[in-house]
């Protein structure tokens, strides 16, 4: 056995373990970590501590010569008891190791311990499993929870396929969020036809490559999220059943068109961050949007928003923005995002009598001549970001002052307040 150096104390002997407490260590590897030796024993050995802690001793390899080996690890949870606790060590990931691909973590899961839900009553409503490296959920015996319960997340886990004969049972859950997953298209199929009261569904940072059809079957679903997947066209919501749809997030994928949403004609939420959309358009009938997000896209011109009449938010920084356009018919916008674009001059949004905040700041403003024409008679115009424009980065020392003088109502310029005198 290789020499150990540990800053914890090392119990040996296994024959000195008390018969009535045991404790269960489960350890993520990444990479290669063979130099970690780990010693586990409880309270009953050690009497200067708590009869309900614990003494995990985690010891490094001196001869080892693994660039992973930073000594850099952490203890979670290192709590005993009479029942059955555990003890959860978490070695250093590799910065270059890709657990998506190589399948390194989706096959260390804790699937063989058994149901460690068995304490809970059947008439659980609510369950919170994350980041518990669940990769099968048939030992946790779900479906004795259908009667009841409403809400279930998985977070954080290394979940690659929903069991219809589990999910088909919880009928009536609300809430199913299963972020951060191993999720892939062939992993849904029919599991969630039955969840016919679903009103919220997450599945970001997933692996998924389209908008599964299942969401066809969800009458009540008003909020879906599928931030950072591969999505690349939006598909599969054009469902007259989706008639009650809020919200939908499809931020960090790879949609190049803004396409499939005619049907949704109650969203009120639209979000489109980080994608690959060249041109606003298709948005026609969803008069009911509220807030569009369109950041991080590569769109160059503001248009095809003159029948989002209640749009209040839109958000299209970091595009291609040359020009402030478009903008006539959405007179109930409160907040204005065009920052780190190409815009030369503020105008065409004085009409914008309930704006509060405008954010303009990474542009090629040169002067300041257009801020009082323009946002001067805005009466609930509070908060102006226009750092990192060329007016502000020639005339560091003046620029406060003159921005305060041409527009006295301001309460927030930048990331700084401003003084009411």
């Known amino acids: 056995m290789s020499s150990i150096a540990s800053d914890t104390t090392l119990i040996e ?23 970690f030796t780990i ?22 390899s001196q001869s080892c010569r693994s660039p992973l080996c930073n000594r850099d690890f952490r203890i979670l949870n290192v709590i005993a008891s009479q029942s059955r606790p555990t003890a959860r060590v978490v070695l250093p990931v590799a910065e270059d190791s890709d657990p998506e691909e190589d399948g390194t973590l989706a096959n260390q899961s804790d699937d063989e311990d058994g149901d460690f839900l068995a304490e809970l009553p059947d008439d659980t409503d609510e369950l919170d499993l994350i980041h518990q490296r669940i990769g099968s959920l048939e030992s946790l015996r779900l479906p004795r929870f259908a009667a009841s319960l409403t809400r279930l997340c998985l977070r954080q886990n290394h979940i690659t396929s929903l069991d219809p004969n589990i999910f088909n049972t919880l009928i009536h859950l609300t809430e199913l969020d299963l972020y951060d997953n191993k999720l892939k298209d062939r992993g849904i199929g029919p599991a969630l036809d039955q969840l016919v009261e679903l009103t919220t569904l997450d599945f970001s940072f997933n692996l998924l490559k389209h ?34 749809l809020r919200s939908l997030e499809l931020g960090g994928n790879r949609i190049r068109v803004i396409d499939g949403l005619a049907s949704l004609v109650n969203l009120e939420e639209l979000w489109l961050g980080k994608n690959k959309i060249t041109k606003l358009e298709n948005l026609s009938t969803l008069t009911k949007l509220k807030i569009l997000s369109i950041q991080s896209n590569r769109i160059t011109k ?42 030369t001059t503020i105008e065409g949004i004085s009409h914008l ?49 003159k921005v305060i003088l041409a527009l006295p109502r301001l309460k927030q310029l930048d990331a700084t307040y401003i003084r009411q005198v």
């Open 211 to 244: 908008v599964p059809g299942t969401l066809a079957h969800l009458p009540q679903l008003s909020t879906v999220y599928f931030v950072q997947n591969r999505i690349g066209k939006i598909e599969s919501l054009d469902a007259p059943t989706l008639i009650n």
């Open 353 to 401: 009598s309930l704006l509060e905040e405008l954010w303009i700041s990474g542009n090629k403003i040169a002067t300041f001549a257009s801020l009082e024409p323009e946002l001067g008679k805005l009466e609930h115009l509070e908060t102006l970001y226009l750092e990192h424009n060329p007016c502000q980065l020639t005339d560091q020392t003046g620029y406060r002052r």
């Open 302 to 343: 503001l248009e095809g928003l003159e029948d989002l009449v209640n749009l209040e938010e839109l958000y299209i920084s970091h595009n291609g923005l040359e020009k402030l356009e478009g903008l006539e018919q959405n007179i109930k916008l409160t907040t204005l995002d065009v920052g780190s674009n190409f815009i």
């Open 39 to 60: 010693s586990i024993a409880t309270a009953s050995f050690t009497p200067d501590l708590p009869p309900t802690k614990g003494v995990v001793a985690v010891g490094h």
């Open 13 to 35: 002997q296994e024959d000195k373990l008390s018969p009535t407490f045991f404790l269960e260590l489960n350890a993520v590897v990444v990479g290669s970590s063979e130099c």
